[in-house]
């Protein structure tokens, strides 16, 4: 039965369009994904992803359920930078990091442009992305650590804009944006 699975994802790994690194369908590290012209799309969303991510952010319905599915994404792809760094993969670990910290502005972005109407809708949103980047600071934070300093300092930029995300989430929550003053750039 392991034989049958190894063999499996070596076939998975070899074929055209899946990742040989981490083996997940539709990303390939050298090339940015296919997507079909006529599929609607989020301009805002990294055209790093896949066209079956994309899809599962933008069928989301209501903004809570969008924001924690790009936020799921975004969680897999730090684990996964995490494991590519461990593995001495330091670009693709990187570029994992990247897409990470996109998926977390487009989760912040999406969730500012909510109408004021929607107030209920935008601190559900903003509770959500508080909590995942709470959530992934050790990690993050090991793979600053570990990375090489030629690598180190692009995903050091990201990783503060992430912070400055959460720091902003919570002075919305908190205070309606008023509550810590800091520049909301």
Same mark, same amino acid.
Request: hydrophobic fraction near 35%.
């Given at each position: 039965?392991?034989? &049958?699975?190894?063999?499996?994802?070596?076939?998975?790994?070899? =074929?055209? !369009?899946?990742?040989?690194?981490? +083996?997940?369908? !539709?990303?390939? #590290?050298?090339?940015?994904?296919?997507?079909?012209?006529?599929?609607?799309?989020? *301009?805002?969303?990294?055209?790093?992803?896949? $066209?079956?991510?994309?899809?599962?952010? =933008?069928?989301? +319905?209501?903004?809570?359920?969008?924001?924690?599915?790009? %936020?799921?994404?975004?969680?897999?792809?730090?684990?996964?930078?995490? /494991? %590519?760094?461990? $593995?001495?993969?330091?670009?693709?670990?990187?570029?994992?990091?990247?897409? #990470?910290?996109?998926?977390?502005?487009?989760?912040?972005?999406?969730? @500012?442009? %909510?109408? !004021?109407?929607?107030?209920?809708?935008?601190?559900?949103? #903003?509770?959500?992305?508080?909590?995942?980047?709470?959530?992934? =600071?050790?990690?993050? $934070?090991?793979?600053? /650590?570990?990375? *090489?300093?030629?690598?180190?300092? *692009?995903?050091? @930029?990201?990783?503060? $804009?992430? /912070?400055?995300? @959460? &720091? /902003?989430?919570?002075?919305? %929550?908190? +205070? +309606? !944006?008023?509550?810590?003053?800091?520049?909301?750039?």
């Amino acid at each position: 039965m392991i034989v &049958l699975i190894k063999t499996c994802i070596l076939i998975l790994c070899m =074929t055209p !369009g899946y990742s040989t690194a981490a +083996g997940l369908p !539709g990303y390939n #590290f050298d090339q940015v994904p296919d997507r079909s012209p006529d599929q609607a799309t989020d *301009p805002l969303l990294p055209d790093e992803l896949s $066209e079956t991510e994309a899809q599962s952010i =933008t069928s989301q +319905g209501n903004p809570k359920s969008r924001v924690s599915a790009a %936020l799921k994404i975004s969680d897999n792809r730090i684990n996964l930078a995490y /494991r %590519l760094l461990s $593995e001495s993969q330091y670009k693709s670990a990187a570029q994992e990091v990247d897409v #990470f910290s996109a998926l977390v502005r487009y989760a912040d972005n999406y969730t @500012r442009k %909510l109408p !004021g109407s929607k107030q209920k809708d935008r601190n559900n949103c #903003f509770k959500v992305i508080e909590q995942s980047i709470f959530k992934n =600071t050790r990690t993050f $934070e090991a793979i600053l /650590r570990d990375l *090489p300093l030629n690598y180190r300092e *692009p995903a050091e @930029r990201s990783i503060e $804009e992430i /912070r400055n995300i @959460r &720091l /902003r989430a919570i002075n919305d %929550l908190l +205070g +309606g !944006g008023k509550f810590i003053n800091s520049s909301n750039d």
